[in-house]
């Protein structure tokens, strides 16, 4: 879908693209279909090709270094496409390494050996994600994770009007632009045609054959009901195979996920240790998430009504409601949008009874770390802070903040020290 330049918004990784790509020959923007990965690239471009189209794609399969005869900066979009594009690109490169030349943008990763060379100090790489709360103007942030990771632990203001069911609202309405934009019922019916492509189109095109789409797309709502639980895929698969006693190989699964990872539709927080690890045992299984929780909502079949009247089984070790999962997702989303743009990377942590668990954290190239708590709640308990104090007295100086993201309307410290910042006034 075509987005004027009136009603383009800016996204953080416009901030990373100012930036960078005047400096970088090459850029890859890596993420799954309709985040805006094009729009945002067409507004660096003075010309592109687009892949994904029949001619343009017989053309550059043709002949694939046709493309350097084009203006630059070029946008090379879809070029997974044409996966010898990425070789002609990064020889270009060695040729001349100019700053701003080349965008490529990608909706799935090539299958291993598609191209001959990773393009490891040619071409950079950015993960572009659905739009975050504050991409999406839901409110003026006031909190800026950038400043939680420099340390000394600020104080916090700010005051939001976004509410419980604003945040619900959000979860449906997706953070994909071109779906979000729609009337609701035409968004669920895009959303349920979005999930029925990836079944019957992308991942087939990845090489994997989908034998029994439906199967799949159960295995898929099984993963949503399991968005920010570490519920093992043997787990998963019993979910979507209820009363089957013939289920599908492990092999088979294993391929599911795994195409599902390479299209970025499935988007893991992995599991997280300190160096010099001090805890004894730790969990190493990831947080599921899928990619925009607008496509869990929709997979498990939820209206924003019956996530507020507490519809929906969760499933894994965690509790909570299918809303507190699914608000986790939401933050998770603009947690990791802002942590790249400042550099760091999100993990989470459990130790494995289960005693102790952070759910995100966001850790500096140094390896100091802030310590995030998401709670669907409007206020903040010393209940609700113990894994954090916990955190702070294992850890000490590595613990460079701890916050409680809430549903609620003020950003403060406690006494203890430890923040409490409303999801809406969250930014880089």
């Not at 499935?266 to 599991?271: Q, R």
């Not at 966001?362 to 609700?384: C, N, Q, W, Y």
Request: proline share 6%; charged share 25%.
């Amino acid at each position: 879908m075509y987005v004027s330049v009136m009603d383009y918004r800016r996204r953080i990784v416009d901030r990373e693209l100012d930036e960078l790509f005047p400096d970088l020959p090459a850029i890859a923007l890596d993420g799954a279909k309709g985040v805006g990965k094009t729009e945002t690239a067409l507004r660096r471009a003075e010309a592109s090709v687009r892949l994904d189209v029949g001619a343009a794609q017989q053309t550059v399969l043709a002949d694939p270094e046709s493309i350097l005869t084009r203006p630059r900066p070029l946008l090379i979009d879809e070029w997974e496409r044409v996966p010898a594009v990425w070789d002609v690109v990064r020889r270009a490169v060695d040729a001349d390494g100019r700053g701003g030349q080349f965008l490529l943008t990608g909706s799935a990763t090539p299958a291993l050996g598609a191209t001959a060379h990773s393009g490891a100090g040619r071409i950079a790489r950015m993960r572009m994600r659905p739009m975050t709360l504050s991409e999406r103007g839901v409110e003026e942030p006031t909190v800026g994770l950038a400043q939680l990771l420099s340390g000394g632990r600020a104080p916090l203001a700010g005051n939001t009007g976004v509410r419980l069911v604003d945040y619900v609202r959000e979860l449906t309405a997706s953070g994909l632009p071109g779906i979000r934009r729609m009337g609701e019922r035409a968004r669920e019916f895009q959303l349920d045609s979005y999930l029925r492509n990836v079944v019957d189109r992308d991942i087939p095109e990845q090489g994997v054959a989908v034998r029994k789409p439906d199967l799949m797309l159960d295995w898929l709502r099984a993963y949503a009901a399991a968005s920010s639980t570490t519920a093992g895929y043997s787990q998963i698969l019993d979910a979507s195979t209820p009363g089957i006693s013939d289920k599908p190989a492990r092999t088979t699964t294993t391929a599911y996920r795994d195409a599902l990872m390479q299209l970025w539709l499935l988007d893991p927080v992995p599991a997280w240790g300190p160096a010099g690890n001090p805890f004894t045992r730790l969990q190493q299984t990831p947080k599921h998430q899928l990619a925009d929780p607008a496509l869990a909502v929709r997979l498990l079949g939820l209206s924003a009504d019956a996530l507020l009247d507490g519809e929906g089984e969760p499933l894994g070790p965690q509790q909570g409601t299918m809303l507190g999962h699914l608000f986790e997702s939401l933050a998770t989303l603009c947690v990791r949008v802002a942590a790249e743009a400042a550099g760091a990377r999100v993990g989470h942590l459990r130790t494995r009874n289960g005693d102790h668990e952070i759910d995100l954290v966001v850790v500096r190239r140094d390896g100091r770390f802030v310590a995030i708590e998401v709670k669907l709640s409007g206020t903040v308990d010393d209940r609700d802070v113990r894994h954090l104090r916990w955190i702070r007295e294992r850890l000490g100086d590595d613990v460079l903040d701890a916050i409680v993201v809430t549903t609620g309307p003020d950003a403060f410290r406690r006494p203890d020290g430890i923040g409490v910042v409303p999801l809406a006034l969250l930014a880089p």
